[in-house]
């Protein structure tokens, strides 16, 4: 457990909160924020040494990934400076004062973060409850406050709008996943794509939708829909290694030609091959297909004749007979 240093202007005797935290910063920001951001003014009052995102965590049953968003949300409206070590360890958070003007958060920077997006609209605390309203019907159920400050997360770090974010809860429970780890995994997919509208969202999904119910068709899979792993293969194939639909299409032809069944793992094993081989359209594959069968067929091999089977009639063992010898026996007999 890594500990911090925590420090900053000390306010004795009883912990102070600005009118301007209140009337300004308080009412946009989640309440989970809130209260971390609070408890580190206490904690300061309080001198407190052995301060870390796990005792806070612990102290509101968050999650550390809760408290890093938290502390990093309001280090993007300048009320506190995150310091951290050599390593990337977090090691002090500075409290600052704050501003008589309210700035609005910093895109995230290029060299570590998805593409910074455009700011979205700020949401009001109507916007807010409207929203995580639409989420529990979808979800059905109430969210926690981990799942709030998820939820939220999509919003102030992400950049996505409340649609967006509607659409996003949508589609995942369409594809019967209602778990935040699963919904948050594709919100930074979305993010990372550059996705910021629902049209855009929809295009996109919908074209993978129809990628996967090809690539089960070439394997002669129909009248189901793809299960979670088999989603993984081909968002790898797809996503990650970039193969297009006819590279893939032809790696599932040569899985059913060699065993004859439909196999997710060995058109994998095919794919990873020719993504090692810098293969990236169907025409390589055969290339790649004669020069092997060059090395297992070299030009220089000898043709060895194979000896003549043996006539069955001299398979026998011959004898020296004395025909002469023979003849006398046999008048004399």
């Known amino acids: 457990m890594t500990q911090f240093r925590l420090h900053g202007p000390s306010k004795g005797g009883h912990t102070l909160v600005s009118d301007l935290f209140l009337d300004e910063y308080m009412p946009a920001a989640n309440g989970e924020y809130v209260k971390v951001y609070l408890y580190l003014l206490r904690c300061l009052k309080s001198d407190i040494q052995d301060l870390s995102v796990s005792r806070i965590a612990d102290k509101f049953d968050h999650t550390e990934s809760d408290v890093k968003r938290a502390l990093k949300y309001w280090e993007k409206l300048h009320l506190l400076k995150l310091e951290y070590n050599a390593s990337k360890e977090l090691t002090g958070i500075c409290l600052t004062e704050e501003d008589t003007t309210v700035p609005t958060p910093e895109p995230a920077s290029a060299s570590s973060q998805p593409p910074a997006q455009p700011s979205c609209k700020p949401l009001s605390q109507e916007d807010i409850k409207q929203l995580l309203f639409i989420c529990e ?64 969202a929809k295009e996109q999904t919908n074209l993978f939708s129809k990628a996967y119910f090809t690539i ?39 899985t059913m030609g060699t065993i004859h069944q439909p196999s997710f793992e060995y058109a994998d094993r ?16 055969d290339t790649l297909d004669k020069q092997r069968q060059a090395i297992k067929r070299p030009a220089n091999t000898q043709v060895v004749k194979a000896a003549p089977a043996p006539n069955r009639f001299h398979n026998f063992a011959k004898h020296n007979y004395d025909i002469q010898e023979l003849e006398r026996k046999l008048i004399n007999h």
């Open 137 to 200: 019907q979808y979800l059905g159920k109430t969210l926690s406050s981990s799942e709030v400050s998820k939820i939220l997360y999509f919003h102030d770090t992400l950049g996505f709008s409340a649609d967006l974010i509607e659409y996003l809860i949508e589609y995942c429970v369409s594809k019967r996943h209602k778990s935040l780890r699963y919904i948050e995994s594709v919100a930074l997919g979305w993010h990372k794509s550059g996705y910021t509208t629902v049209s855009q």
């Open 216 to 254: 089960l068709k070439a394997f002669g899979i129909s009248g189901r829909n793809p299960v979670d792993a088999e989603i993984a293969y081909m968002d790898k194939w797809m996503k990650e290694w970039g193969f297009s639909q006819e590279l893939i299409t032809k790696a599932c032809d040569r």
């Open 270 to 285: 095919i794919l990873e091959t020719w993504k090692e081989k810098g293969i990236t359209q169907a025409a390589e594959v």
